[in-house]
């Protein structure tokens, strides 16, 4: 008896399992239930939960008409959501915000994935023309992303058009007259404060950086003593997200 409830456990839980399995990627939990995702639910899912992997598909499925078609313009406006959360958090929600309208544009072989949206390019670039410092680490992102979704043209004529700095510089410690580090009050040896600090936050370093993945752009080392020099050739902490994304380091 007892075997044979054991045997009829675990049917159960291989059928709920195999129903589970059995549900498409991309469907959306909604009152215990599996549903087609819509632009106001996928959104709201991933609000209340930033890192699911089921809010993400689930938004890329509703930008690839997975289960449904609907008008480019419902589309659109639903990248410019997505857009959107990337200026409301720096975290986990930006990056994954960032990383589903570019998912959506890939090319599938698997033809019940959908049709790749093609609208992710011009959300990044309203975004990130948005901004009125172009050199935050929010427009860095958004620049990024514009790169990564077909965006090279616009990079490119972002770079030409982008004045190059002097050489940056790092902070270095003052000394007396027989070359001896001057001390502060603390104990602490006081710095100069260079007049072109690195890292350089210009579009031209940031366009460059992103360039330079690809082949493209300034020399590097030029690059490196415009932009990011550092004793030691360490990046410094501030350096914006997308250039540890898309250097080769």
Known sequence: MRQSILLLGMLVISAGLEAQTDTPKGMI?????????????????LRESPGSAD????????????FESRPIAELDAFA???????????????????????????????????????????????????????????????????????GEDYVRELFDAS?????????????DAVGRPVLDSDGRMILTEPENPCPNATTWCQAGLLLLSIGEGPDPMLWRHRCQLQRGGSPAKTTPLSLYFAYPR
Do not use: N
């Not at 939990?29 to 899912?45: F, I, N």
């Not at 809010?55 to 997975?66: D, E, F, G, H, Y």
């Open 55 to 66: 809010a993400v598909s689930a938004a890329i499925a509703v930008l690839r008409q997975k």
């Open 163 to 175: 004045e190059e700095r002097p050489p940056c510089s790092s902070p270095v410690p003052v000394t």
């Open 29 to 45: 939990m909604e009152e215990g239930e599996w549903r087609v995702p819509t632009p106001v639910t996928a959104l709201r899912a």
């Open 80 to 150: 410019e959501e997505l857009a959107q959360l990337m200026r409301e958090d720096s975290g986990a929600t930006a990056i994954g915000a960032g990383s589903i309208p570019h998912r959506a544009g890939m090319v599938m072989k698997d033809a019940s994935e959908g049709v790749p949206y093609t609208g992710a390019k011009d959300a990044f670039v309203r975004l990130y023309e948005s901004y009125d410092d172009r050199t935050s680490r929010g427009a860095d992102m958004a620049l990024f992303e514009v790169f990564r979704t077909g």
